[in-house]
């Protein structure tokens, strides 16, 4: 669910924070406009580890695009005994 508050009703932090508790991202509003976001740290975490995920995998996608990559046999050829 959104959570939608204006900045102001940060005065009872508690209950805006508690929002975050269930892994929901609380924006905040400043005269009617979207301006902050608050959520739990758990949840910036994982959200980091994504992004730095998905860097490194389009890298990855680069790479091969501008170097090539194995075929599949290549790949499994160092595997078998």
Known sequence: ???IVPISDLKNYSE??????DGAIVYLTK?????YVVQSL???E????????LAELSKGVESI????G?????????LED
């Open 1 to 3: 669910m959104t959570n």
């Open 16 to 21: 805006v924070i508690g929002h975050c508790d």
């Open 31 to 35: 005269n009617g406009r979207g301006r």
């Open 42 to 44: 758990i949840e910036y």
């Open 46 to 53: 994982k959200l980091q580890a994504t992004v730095k995920l």
């Open 65 to 68: 695009r501008s170097e090539g």
């Open 70 to 78: 194995l075929s599949v046999d290549e790949a499994f050829a160092g």
